[in-house]
């Protein structure tokens, strides 16, 4: 999806989180009662997923509700295939046949794997660090944004793009 366009797709997961919370509840969807259930799954195949799931989250370094977000939703998704009997063997078999085509799949990933200081969400991070440094120091005026920070920021490159 080009990125111009995924604004309004990203209200639309703010507001399906936002009702999943308040139908679910906090607990369940606010991921309390999911994170707890799911990192002590008796199934080890999707607690050792929650584990994965986890550490990436922990890797988004100083964006808080990217963090949860990715935690929250994928730990929810995993919490409802693992408890639905319809779901559950249908989860496992696709694990099975990723793990079938583990190769295959190493070989695709390799020019689209990143390191966790590579992540979009982290670069985006240190980005606003430079902002914000840059306005202490007085190089930009208080409410700039750094042209680092700039490139992450589509309405600034739609600006960019409309010169051309």
């Known amino acids: 999806m080009d990125i ?26 606010g991921g309390k009662a999911v994170h707890e259930d799911i990192i002590n799954c008796a199934n080890p195949v999707f607690r050792i997923l929650a584990e994965i799931i986890n550490a990436a989250s922990e890797n988004i370094k100083y964006e808080e509700y990217q963090r949860n977000t990715v935690r929250e939703l994928s730990e929810l998704g995993l919490w409802i295939v693992s408890k639905d009997t319809g779901y559950k063997p249908v989860a496992i078999w696709i694990i099975k046949q990723i793990l079938d085509h583990k190769e295959e799949l190493e070989e695709a990933l390799k020019d689209y794997y990143q390191e966790p200081e590579e992540w979009y969400v982290n670069v985006w991070s240190e980005s606003k660090k430079m902002s914000k440094e840059k306005r202490k120091k007085g190089k930009i005026p208080k409410y700039a944004m750094s042209e680092e920070e700039k490139i992450f920021t589509p309405s600034e490159q739609q600006k960019k793009l409309n010169k051309y």
């Open 4 to 29: 111009m366009f995924g604004e309004k797709n990203k209200k639309y997961i703010r507001l399906a989180i936002w009702l999943l919370r308040k139908k679910l509840g906090e607990d369940v969807a």
